[in-house]
């Protein structure tokens, strides 16, 4: 079997994706996001210009060795823009091999080990009572973690805290937009939200929350401490993680369990903070950290040093990912939560896919592949369209960190 075609769509239902298709000359097709919010065609012409014309002529099954094409071969290693190509690539060759075996990738990856992938939802709002209200609606709908942010009194608008009903969506203008971040301010009142949601659902809910890596090591320390009476699952992305010693000293501090990964992109990003135990969950995913193959070798490390996953997976993540995602999830001995924003009835609409959530649980396609396809017909009426994520800065004018 031989790749023949690779076509690179660009589409935008509600929000923009890159999506790689692989066709093979018996027919058989793949699929691979390759979606980098706000990055999004530097990623379609890194696959366009420099990767599609190595593909045509390859054997499909051969998985690895054409990650190892892309990755050795290329002499500039690593980065979001290469990696987001390479998963593409190599999440279209895993589709195309379950679908050649008949099997669910899942299967080929070991099969199952547990009977369904616990997601957590978003709860967000301005006020801690509006938020108590939309908590209670995830645990109405079954869930059994969810994610708590919310505004913050005398910061006009804060990163993570949806605006657009039940779809989050932060990418906005063409030219990024700017908000204001007091950190003063944000350390004071997060305890007291926390306070008030452990109060009011119990020990039972599992909770979580997003610091967008906005602080120091020692502010993180701090908010740690303070946040242990409320036993949260995960803190995440805590402080910016270029620097991955910085994180010894939030450990040192507080036994509030650390999550982090979704800006990562490869092993070596994480592989000190894996091997020093020094986060609890990892949370790289499909699309931003070379797609499934390189994903799994993560997992596997962090497997041996007591890290658990916890796989990003924001609406700017398509439901190809998602799709490759819950099989990576349900296989691994080490999984941890995934996390799940519906997407918009349009983007459901151009990646009709199998997966399903049930019970506080999301359950892989059954069908031979990822079970998911990109509906290219429809996906030629949503044209891209420019935005990017807000830069965020203190009240000085200072730009600040995410
Ligand atoms: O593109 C950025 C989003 O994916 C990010 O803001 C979402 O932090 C995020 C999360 O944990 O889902
Ligand atoms: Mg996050």
Redesign the pocket.
């Known amino acids: 079997m031989r790749i023949v075609d690779a076509r690179v769509v660009v589409t935008c239902p509600d929000r923009n994706f890159v999506t790689l298709k692989l066709v093979t000359d018996e027919g058989v097709t793949g699929v691979g996001d390759a979606t980098l ?2 990055r999004e065609l530097a990623v379609a012409s890194y696959l366009t210009d420099h990767v599609v014309p190595a593909l045509i002529g390859r054997d499909p099954a051969r998985i690895e060795d054409t990650w190892q094409y892309l990755y050795k071969g290329a002499y500039w290693r690593r980065g979001p823009v290469t990696m987001t190509a390479i998963a593409a690539v190599d999440t279209a060759l895993w589709d195309i091999k379950g679908k050649v075996a008949g099997l669910p990738v899942y299967q080929l990856l070991g099969g199952r080990c547990r009977d369904g992938v616990t997601v957590y939802g ?1 709860a967000s709002a301005d006020t801690t009572d509006e938020v108590l209200v939309d908590i209670a609606g995830y645990v109405e709908r079954g869930y059994r973690a969810v ?1 708590v942010q919310t505004g913050i009194p005398g910061v006009a608008a804060t ?2 805290v949806g605006r657009r009903g039940p779809h ?1 969506e ?2 906005d203008s063409a030219i990024p937009s700017e908000t204001v971040w007091s950190t003063e301010r944000y350390l004071a009142h997060i305890p007291t939200v926390f306070s008030r949601v452990r109060d009011e659902f119990g020990p039972g809910l599992r909770l979580l929350h ?1 610091v ?1 890596h906005r602080l120091t090591p020692i502010e993180a320390a701090r908010l740690g401490k303070s946040l242990e009476p409320y036993a949260l699952t995960w803190l ?2 805590p402080v910016p993680a270029e620097l991955q010693e910085g994180y010894r000293l939030i450990r040192q501090h507080t036994t509030t369990p650390i999550a982090v990964g ?1 800006v990562f992109n490869s092993i070596w990003d994480c592989q000190a903070l894996i091997r020093e135990q020094l986060i609890d969950y990892i ?1 790289t995913t499909v699309v931003h950290a070379g797609g499934i193959s390189h994903l799994r070798r993560i997992f596997d490390l962090a497997a041996l040093h007591h890290v658990r996953s916890g796989s ?6 398509s439901p190809v990912c998602l799709a490759a995602a819950l099989h990576v999830d349900i296989s691994i001995p080490n999984f941890g939560l995934q ?1 799940y ?1 519906r997407h918009t009835e349009a983007t459901d609409e151009v990646f009709p896919h199998t997966y399903r959530f049930a019970d506080g649980y999301l359950h892989p396609s059954e069908a031979p592949g990822l079970g998911v396809d990109l509906d290219e017909e429809l996906a030629a009426k949503y044209p891209y369209r420019p935005a990017s ?1 807000p830069v965020n800065r203190l009240e000085d004018g200072t730009v600040h960190s ?1």
């Open positions: 919010n706000g978003h994610r990163y993570g989050y932060p990418a997003d967008h995440e992305d979704e949370r990003h997976g924001a609406t700017d993540l996390e924003m994520l995410w």
